[in-house]
Structure formats: structure tokens, C-alpha cells
């Protein structure tokens, strides 16, 4: 299948953009995406970050519309642990190797 010739498949609500697959072979070559904050901090999302594998066949884009706050969900923020300073109102990002955290 060559780059981006994906096949759209209905989506279970609230997803949008779901396509015939595995994030793991009809994602390969997805560009990593970068989520830049205020001060400088950024969130770098691969392709395991932005799809969820909803069934064995098909995939979503993991982003939900919203209309009134931005959330950034739990597929772009596994593999990282988040910080939070409620005083300061900042927002930090530590990559993690989880590799070090298996058996």
C-alpha cells in the first residue's frame, strides 16, 4: 500500500477519522507531531500517540472535537509523565523509557 492510500471506515462515536488497519503497519511513516505551550514546553507525539487501535482491523485518529476546552488525551501523553504546578499554571513533559520499567 503505498503512503496515505487509506481506506475510511465508519467510526464508533465520538472518534471521526477512522481507517481500515494497524497503526503499527498502515501508520508507518506518519510524521511525529509536535504540540508546542507557552514557555517553551513541548509534547512530541508518533503515530501510537495520535491513532487508537479500536478493533483488530481498524484505527482512529485519537482527537476529539471540542468546542469549548482543548484536552490533551491519554493516547498523547502515554509514555511521558506529565507535571503539573497549579500555582505557577505550567505544565511539564518527561519522556519516559518505559523499557526500564518491564520486569
Not at 13 to 34: A, H, I, N, Q, W
Not at 51 to 59: C, N
Not at 72 to 82: D, K
Not at 90 to 101: G, I
Amino acid at each position: 500500500m503505498a503512503f496515505w492510500e487509506l481506506t475510511r471506515v465508519s467510526p464508533p462515536s465520538p472518534l471521526e477519522l477512522c481507517y481500515k488497519g494497524t497503526v503499527d503497519r498502515e501508520g508507518r511513516g506518519f510524521p511525529v507531531m509536535g504540540i508546542h505551550f507557552v514557555g517553551g514546553v513541548e509534547l512530541v507525539v508518533n503515530r501510537f500517540g495520535m491513532f487508537w487501535q479500536v478493533t483488530d482491523d481498524v484505527f482512529c485518529l485519537a482527537v476529539v472535537r471540542s468546542k469549548d476546552v482543548s484536552v490533551i488525551g491519554m493516547m498523547a501523553q502515554q509514555g511521558y509523565n506529565v507535571g503539573y504546578d497549579l500555582k505557577a499554571m505550567t505544565v511539564s513533559f518527561q519522556k519516559m523509557d518505559c523499557q526500564l520499567l518491564e520486569g
